[in-house]
Structures are given as C-alpha cells and as structure tokens.
C-alpha cells in the first residue's frame, strides 16, 4: 500500500466527481478518517499532503495529541461522543461532527463555556432512521438547530449522516440526497445574523463521490486511504 499514492488518487476522484456535478473542487475538504491508525501513519499522511484528520474515538484522540502526531493538519470529532467524555474533547478539536442530542449539545456547550471559547459543532442526523446508530431524527432536527442557535459558546456550522454501509453504487445516494435538503431547509431557518453554516459531512470510501454528486463539502475517508483496518476494534 502506498499511501502519498492514495492520497492523491483519492484526491483526484474528489476532485472529478465535483466537476462531474458542476461544482469547484475547492469547495470539498477532504478528512481521512485515521481510527486505528499509528502515529507515524498520521505523521506519514500529513506529509504526503493531508490537512484535515477525524478521529472517532476519545482514546485515540488523546493519545494522538499527546503525541502530537497531528502537527501540521487539524483534528475534527466524528464519532459518537458520550456526555462524559465532552471535556477531552472540546476545545482540542475544530469541529466536533456528531452532536446528536439535547443533552449533549448543553454539555458541549457548558465545556465550552466553561474555557472561554467557541465550539464549532454539526448536527449528527440519522437519515435513514436505523435503530442501532446514532444521530438525531430528522423530525427532530429543527427543535435541535433551533436551541444550538441560543449559545454563544457553540456555532452551529452544519450537518453530518453517516448512512448504512454502501452496497451497490448509488445505493446511498436517496440519502445523501435527503440530507441536502434538511441542510437547505435548516439553513434558511436560521435568523438572519447567524454565521454561514457550510459543512455539509457525508460520505465514506465507498460512496464519497456520491455524496458529492448530491452536494458534500466534507467527505470522511479512512479505506480508500490506509487500506483495510484491522478488524478487531473497527466497530463504531
Ligand atoms: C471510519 C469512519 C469513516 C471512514 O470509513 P471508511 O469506510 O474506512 O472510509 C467515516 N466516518 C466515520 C464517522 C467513521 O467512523
């Protein structure tokens, strides 16, 4: 496996599938999903060109920083966060991808005011309604948006699905679908001197340009990058 070879073959079908759609490439960001990953992996992927990494697991989000395996790129939140662990996560990455409930934004929020800061977060939805994952229900999307608009100490700045695992080509694209327009429907609920939301994160190795085709501007790629993890320990 070369990874700088993947990397910039990654990159170049991100780049196609937006102009495939119309779109300027720029407008995607690409994160590589690096749970599992070693810190010289990390170090070796940012070398050979990645600025963004999302972790999905607090553990290994702690120890990569006290690493620092991440100088040189920035660190976002993209797996299931527990209330209790808000405090190792807050304030030591840029966006934290998956706030899911009430209950969690008010604990996002509380850390966050409590050091002083902004955190930005997006909304984790639950598009196709799957029992065993995460992320709110769309029906309860705009209640959510609506209460993450009241704290100064959070910016709402989107939304993020992780559909079911892409089987056939194109099988999730309806939901890729369905999550840009919740995005275009929340956005235009948002009072008027709201900041820009602009992150719209959906999509994975195997159905990415997908995503992008039905608007993404984020895509979390692990695979397509390191190759296939092992399997102990993937599970999300
Ligand atoms: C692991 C993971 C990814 C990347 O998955 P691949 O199929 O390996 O590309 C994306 N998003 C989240 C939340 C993940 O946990």
């Not at 690493?67 to 299931?80: C, K, L, Q, T």
């Not at 966050?112 to 995460?134: F, M, P, R, T, Y």
């Not at 959070?154 to 369905?178: C, D, E, Q």
């Amino acid at each position: 496996m070369d990874l700088s070879q993947n990397i910039q073959a990654v990159q170049k079908k991100i780049a196609a599938a937006a102009r495939a759609a119309g779109r300027d490439p720029a407008e995607i960001t690409l994160c590589a999903a690096t749970k599992t990953q070693t810190d010289d992996t990390i170090r070796a992927a940012i070398a050979a060109g990645i600025r963004l990494c999302g972790e999905n697991r607090v553990q290994e989000l702690t120890a990569h920083l006290e690493a620092n395996a991440y100088a040189g790129a920035e660190v976002h939140f993209i797996g299931h966060l527990q209330t209790n662990k808000v405090k190792q996560v807050v304030g030591r990455v840029s966006l934290i991808h998956s706030v899911d409930s009430e209950r969690l934004l008010r604990a996002v929020a509380a850390q966050a005011d409590k050091l002083g800061l902004v955190q930005d977060i997006l909304l984790e939805v639950n598009i196709a309604g799957e029992e065993s994952k995460g992320g709110v229900l769309p029906e309860d999307l705009p209640a959510l948006a609506e209460l993450a608009q009241n704290f100064a100490c959070v910016r709402l700045r989107g939304l993020m699905a992780i559909p079911p695992v892409s089987t056939v080509s194109g099988s999730n694209r309806k939901y890729f679908s369905k999550m840009r327009n919740l995005f275009v429907d929340i956005m235009k609920k948002m009072s008027d001197n709201y900041p820009i939301m602009d992150c719209l994160s959906m999509g994975m190795s195997a159905d990415y340009e997908d995503a992008i085709a039905e608007g993404a501007t984020l895509v979390r790629v692990g695979t397509a990058l390191f190759g296939p993890r092992p399997a102990m320990g993937t599970a999300r």
